[in-house]
């Protein structure tokens, strides 16, 4: 490190910081602004005094991040519709346990139980660090990541899905609900499936999580109208936020990202993201 500038040393502990600071807060555009701030903060610190660059970034970050979780819970009060995370579609070697259904369980959380619990249970930072971080003591860090982990225990991965099977399963889906063949759709969904859909007020959505299949088949045979009119253009399959699924073009010019739960060989919950907000950063996919 001896003989590098301050930009080249940011920029080998950028990934790790953009994604501490997207699991803290859920947004693309919000990880960015933070992990920006924080670049700033880097240039006009002493850093002959910083032992550590990596913990003195990650400790940077994490406050600022708790700083902007105070107005978007606020924001989150307000939110038109189910809210979900900005999707974002990661390569295999990228993919950790961190699911979107984790990340929606992160959101009960308080800041402080969220960032001992991302920290800890999945950057492995130690507790003394933490306790620095967040100004708490060890101890107290240890409480609230064992308080987190009990909230969120339900929602880790029971067990894993093979890449394989989930992307057969994805593409399956997407050719039964925009074909309009209703009985594969079905053999699909498990009874219970869940259906979010994050419009946030901007586009057409659901303004419930919609619960068990008869809910679910009931709009996607509404849906099966519409997509023989207008239909809509794949544009990739992927992992999205850990889960199998697929981005596509709709008929409206916009981007649109469906993740898929498996539980059991069947879809236990679909997460289609519509607000054109959080899809900004997938506009170059097409």
């Not at 974002?88 to 929606?104: A, K, S």
């Not at 544009?235 to 898929?260: C, K, S, W």
Request: proline letters at 5%.
């Amino acid at each position: 490190m001896p003989g590098e500038d301050a930009a080249s040393v940011f920029d080998r502990f950028r990934p790790r910081l953009t994604r501490i600071a997207y699991r803290m807060l859920g947004s693309v555009a919000d990880a960015e602004d933070v992990v920006q701030d924080a670049f700033l903060r880097w240039l006009a610190a002493d850093r002959a005094a910083v032992r550590e660059p990596a913990a003195f970034l990650s400790r940077t970050v994490t406050r600022l991040c708790l700083d902007v979780l105070k107005s978007a819970r606020r924001q989150r009060e307000t939110y038109i519709g189910p809210w979900l995370p900005d999707p974002v579609v990661e390569e295999e070697e990228q993919v950790d346990d961190v699911t979107l259904p984790l990340m929606l369980a992160l959101e009960r959380l308080s800041p402080l139980e969220r960032a001992a619990f991302i920290l800890h249970d999945v950057f492995g930072v130690d507790f003394d660090e933490i306790a620095e971080t967040i100004g708490r003591d060890a101890a107290a860090c240890r409480q609230l990541a064992s308080r987190a982990r009990a909230h969120v225990r339900s929602e880790r991965p029971r067990f894993a899905v093979a890449p394989e099977h989930g992307i057969e399963l994805a593409e399956a889906f997407f050719a039964a609900s925009r074909s309009g063949d209703l009985g594969k759709l079905r053999s699909l969904l498990s009874d219970d499936v869940l259906l979010h859909s994050d419009g946030g007020g901007k586009r057409p959505a659901a303004l419930r999580i919609l619960t068990g299949a008869d809910d679910v088949m009931k709009v996607h045979t509404a849906l099966a109208g519409v997509f023989a009119n207008h239909p809509s253009r794949l544009l990739r399959y992927g992992r999205i936020n850990g889960l199998p699924g697929f981005v596509t073009l709709e008929a409206d010019g916009h981007v649109q990202t469906t993740a898929l739960a498996i539980e059991d060989g069947r879809i236990a919950a679909i997460y289609v993201v519509r607000n054109p907000d959080k899809l900004r950063h997938l506009e170059s996919v097409h």
